[in-house]
C-alpha cells in the first residue's frame, strides 16, 4: 500500500517556521517538535491558499524579509505538492462549506485536498476526526 497523501494546513507549517513568544516554552516546543516530525515523515500537500496564508503571517508576525519570503516560496515548491486553485475547487468549496459548516477558507482548504484525492488533512483549526465525503479525514496532529 502506498503512504497516504496528507495535506498540511498552514497553521502547522507556521508551528514548524515560527515561534510564538506567547505561548508557553514548554507547549510551544511540544506542538513545533510535532509539526516538524510531521512535515518530515509525511508525503505532504498544500494549496497555493497554505503558502499565501504562511507567507502572509511570516511577514506579519515574524519580521520575514522578501528574500526570506521568497525562499520559504520556493521551499514549498520544492518540498511538497502544491495544489493551485481552480474554478472546480472554488465551486466546490462553495458546496462544503454548505454541507460541513466550514469557514469560507477552511471549504477551500478541504476541496483542494479532495481534488488530489488526499487520505487526510492535518490541521490543528477544524474539527479533529471529522470524516469528510467518506474520503478524507481531519486530524489535528498537535493535540
Known amino acids: 500500500m502506498s503512504e497516504p497523501l496528507c495535506f498540511i494546513d498552514s497553521?502547522?507549517?507556521l508551528y514548524h517556521l515560527m515561534i510564538d513568544s506567547t505561548a508557553s516554552s514548554a507547549l510551544e516546543t511540544r506542538k513545533r517538535t510535532l509539526a516538524i516530525n510531521l512535515i518530515n515523515d509525511v508525503n505532504g500537500i498544500v494549496s497555493?491558499?497554505?503558502i499565501n496564508?504562511?507567507?502572509s503571517v511570516l511577514k506579519r508576525k515574524a519580521a520575514f524579509t522578501e528574500l526570506q519570503i521568497k525562499q520559504v516560496i520556493e521551499s514549498f515548491y520544492n518540498r511538497v505538492a502544491v495544489v493551485e486553485l481552480d474554478r472546480q475547487i472554488l465551486i466546490h468549496g462553495t458546496q462544503?462549506?454548505?454541507r460541513y459548516g466550514f469557514s469560507?477558507?477552511?471549504g477551500l482548504i478541504v476541496a483542494?485536498?479532495?481534488?488530489v484525492n488526499a487520505d487526510i488533512i492535518y490541521?490543528?483549526?477544524m474539527q479533529d476526526s471529522l470524516l469528510i465525503e467518506g474520503k478524507i479525514t481531519i486530524i489535528n496532529p498537535l493535540k
Open 53 to 55: 496564508e504562511v507567507c
Open 104 to 106: 469560507f477558507w477552511d
Open 96 to 98: 462544503l462549506r454548505t
Open 112 to 115: 483542494s485536498a479532495l481534488s
Open 48 to 50: 497555493t491558499q497554505v
Open 11 to 13: 497553521n502547522v507549517w
Open 123 to 125: 490541521s490543528e483549526d
